[in-house]
Structure formats: C-alpha cells, structure tokens
C-alpha cells in the first residue's frame, strides 16, 4: 500500500515533525522516558483501551521520539506506517515471525544473517524453501499453500543481481502470498518496492539511513494492517529501537537524499574508472550500461547505488592484496556510511558458503566488494589506482 507523495522526496523529510513543540523545537525532542504517568485511573483506562491515544510504555513503541521517526520512514517508502526497530535483524525477524507461519520462500542472494535466521526459523517448524535468481520458474509451484511470504533482496549482495520486484509481486499476489524486500542496499531515495508491488520493505538502518556507521537499527515499512499485525511481535519479543538511537537515526533521515545522491555519484565514478583498468576482469555496477541487470534497474530504481563489485585478475591473492594495500577504503564488513569500505566476499559475507555455492552465486575468489563512500571521487579512484599498481607492476 503506498500512497503519492507531493513532495520532492528531501522536502518531504526535511519538514517531517508529529507535533508542534511547546518549546519551539522543530523536531520532536528526545523522549529517554520508559513510562508516562496519567492524572486518573479513568485516563490510563481509556489509552489501555485504544479509546484515546496516548502513551503507556516506550517498549510497546509509545514514544514521541520513536513515533516521530517512524511517520518519517514511512514517508521515505511512501508507506502507510512503519516500525522502527533495534537492528535490521531484529526487523527481520519480526517480519518473518509475524508472516511466514505457513512457509517463507526467497528468491536470489541474501544477507548472511537473513540464512541463519532461516535455519532458526526451520527449528520452529516454519518451511523455508530457498529458491536461486534463475529458479523463478519454480516459484508459483513452491507457493502452494495460501498465505505464505516471499523475501528478497535486491540489488544482492554482492552480486548487485537485480529482480524485478513488479513482476514478482504479480506471481506471489496471483497465489495469495506476501512480497517482502530488503531495501537495505539500495536505500528508499533509489528505489521504493511498495510502489512497485511490495507488501514489506525492510531495511537494516545500520547501512544508508543511519549512514555514519555509528547507528545499529532496523526499520519495516507496509501497509498499516500489516504493520498492526508485525506490531506485537516487536513489542513481546522486546526489539524497540531506543530513543537515543532513534533521534540519532532521525536526524541522519534528514541528510538521506543528499548522501546517496552523491553515494550513487562517487560509485558510478568509481565504476567506470575501474572497468577500464588493465587488471580488473569485471565491474559488476547497476549503472554500468553493459551489466546483465542495467536495463531493468534503470526502469525500477532512480539511482543505482552506492554499492560495486569488481574481479581483479589472479584469484584470492591478489584480491587481497589490493584491499590490503587500499589507504582510504577502510578493509571492514558493512557498507553505506560516509567512509568507504573494501571487503573480499569470500574471506567475508560468503566465507560460510562452500566454494561449490559461490560459484553459482558469481562469487569468485577474486570479487572485491566497495562501499563507495563520500569521499572526493577522484581520491578514491587515486587510492584504488594505486593499490592495483603495487600489486601488479
Ligand atoms: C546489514 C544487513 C542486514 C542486518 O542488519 P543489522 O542492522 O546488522 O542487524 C540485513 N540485510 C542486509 C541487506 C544488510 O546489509
């Protein structure tokens, strides 16, 4: 469920506020209380009730702080509602708890957190049935029951392979079954899978929306009835995001659309600097021209990302190598803060998959993952320049 925003996407969050500020604040200011009094018995009653609104206990999500930034995530993916949450992780799961009872199928690459909660999910009896990109054949055959959930992430990791989330909103819905989307990597300022069918996005907050990797959160966005029904699971299961992460993350909100318009212009440099070095086989970049997934990248998301791949010639060692001898890519795990990142998703995210798995995901030994951060373009390309030139001269 979306709804059309009038807006520009900045303006819209820039100007997102609940209240009025008694004190003329113009965001709402940071609620670190965990409980609120009431003047009456008779008062409590009716909040406790659903009669009034009110606030009761920040663990259930009653905290201006938390609700405040919510409306502005919901905005982001022009969601009905949204839930904020203590990790992307735990936003995950609450997804997967709450809706995939009578069986979750995924489609293409996952995080590698996602996998084992999986298998976490399998030991409490839900069926899990792992379907790859190439597979979607299989797909309305592994739906047979009502009511069941499909997950997905693109663009994945570390491939950036793209689905299209329309067309695969069109099979789950023709067989009664739920679409949900890690948005993670692409951020809600380049793509919105709501508006392109989706049913759930979900986002881990410690990537693009917090941006400073100095923010661990989460955050699910849907339709308001799916959102009541993901609700008590984040309340019993106890996965508030605090308040002074959520003001944190809040204000982060505020810089999105600026930072990944320039996230997505370092990387498209970055990309294309690096597809004509000597020493790198492939540039694997939504918004290269001739990667497989262009095309329908172009027609689905509004920016390409912050996020690139690349094989450098050799295999592992040579790999390594070059991230070992980058200055300004920093050799660290995660992505979407304002530092870039180097990782090799064989010694990393894909280090659990055996050698036989990653081939088929694409996932060479020689694959460098980049998240291009803000730096000045041309010092990155100078410092990946480098790097290659020491390992290979
Ligand atoms: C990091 C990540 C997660 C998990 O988020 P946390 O905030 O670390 O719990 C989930 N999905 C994707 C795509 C991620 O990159």
């Known amino acids: 469920m979306s709804t059309k925003p009038t807006q520009g996407d900045a303006t819209r969050i820039i100007h997102n506020r609940r209240h009025a500020d008694a004190e003329g604040s113009p965001y709402a200011p940071l609620y670190t209380t965990t409980t609120y009094r009431?003047?009456?018995?008779?008062?409590l009653l009716n909040v406790i009730s659903g009669k009034d609104?009110?606030?009761?206990?920040?663990?259930?999500?009653?905290?201006?702080?938390?609700?405040?930034?919510e409306q502005g995530l919901a905005q982001l993916e022009q969601a009905e509602?949204?839930?904020?949450?203590?990790?992307?992780?735990?936003?995950?799961?609450?997804?997967?708890?709450?809706?995939?009872?009578?069986?979750?199928?995924?489609v293409g690459d996952l995080?590698?957190?996602?996998?084992?909660?999986?298998?976490?999910?399998?030991?409490?009896?839900?069926?899990?049935?792992?379907?790859?990109?190439?597979?979607?054949?299989?797909?309305?055959?592994?739906?047979?029951?009502?009511?069941?959930?499909?997950?997905?992430?693109?663009?994945?990791?570390?491939?950036?392979?793209?689905?299209?989330?329309s067309e695969l909103a069109n099979v789950v819905h023709a067989h009664g079954a739920l679409l949900a989307v890690d948005n993670t990597f692409a951020s809600p300022i380049n793509?919105?899978?709501?508006?392109?069918?989706?049913?759930?996005?979900?986002?881990?907050?410690?990537?693009?929306?917090?941006?400073?990797?100095?923010?661990?959160?989460?955050?699910?966005?849907?339709?308001?009835?799916?959102?009541?029904?993901?609700?008590?699971?984040?309340?019993?299961f106890g996965q508030i995001i605090a308040p002074e992460v959520a003001a944190l993350l809040a204000?982060?909100?505020?810089?999105?659309?600026?930072?990944?318009?320039?996230?997505?212009?370092?990387?498209?440099?970055?990309?294309?600097?690096?597809?004509?070095?000597?020493?790198?086989?492939?540039?694997?970049?939504?918004?290269?021209?001739?990667?497989?997934?262009?095309?329908?990248?172009?027609?689905?998301?509004?920016?390409?990302?912050?996020?690139?791949?690349?094989?450098?010639?050799?295999?592992?060692?040579q790999a390594a190598a070059v991230a070992d001898n980058l200055q300004l890519f920093l050799l660290a795990t995660s992505l979407g803060g304002v530092e870039s990142l180097v990782s090799q998703p064989c010694a990393t995210s894909h280090y659990a998959l055996s050698?036989?798995?990653?081939?088929?995901?694409g996932i060479s030994d020689g694959l460098l993952r980049l998240s291009v951060g803000l730096e000045n373009a041309e010092d990155l390309i100078h410092d990946l320049q480098q790097a290659l030139a020491r390992v290979f001269s």
């Open 191 to 236: 793509q919105q899978p709501l508006t392109l069918g989706a049913d759930v996005v979900l986002h881990s907050a410690s990537k693009y929306l917090g941006g400073h990797s100095d923010i661990t959160a989460g955050a699910l966005m849907a339709s308001l009835e799916l959102v009541r029904k993901v609700a008590p699971w984040r309340k019993n």
């Open 38 to 43: 009431f003047e009456k018995t008779a008062d």
């Open 53 to 69: 609104d009110g606030n009761l206990y920040t663990r259930w999500g009653s905290n201006p702080t938390i609700q405040e930034l």
């Open 355 to 361: 050698a036989e798995e990653r081939r088929q995901r």
């Open 111 to 165: 995080y590698g957190g996602t996998q084992e909660l999986l298998k976490q999910c399998q030991l409490l009896g839900f069926p899990v049935t792992l379907l790859l990109k190439e597979q979607q054949t299989e797909l309305a055959q592994a739906l047979h029951t009502p009511g069941m959930l499909v997950y997905c992430e693109t663009p994945a990791n570390p491939t950036l392979s793209i689905l299209d989330i």
């Open 251 to 317: 204000r982060s909100l505020r810089t999105l659309p600026l930072r990944i318009r320039q996230h997505n212009d370092n990387a498209l440099a970055v990309a294309q600097a690096m597809q004509n070095h000597p020493n790198i086989r492939r540039v694997l970049y939504p918004g290269l021209p001739d990667f497989p997934g262009h095309a329908l990248a172009a027609q689905q998301m509004q920016g390409f990302g912050g996020m690139l791949s690349m094989e450098v010639d050799g295999g592992f060692e």
């Open 81 to 106: 509602a949204a839930l904020a949450f203590g990790s992307g992780m735990a936003a995950i799961s609450a997804a997967l708890l709450a809706l995939g009872r009578n069986g979750i199928v995924c």
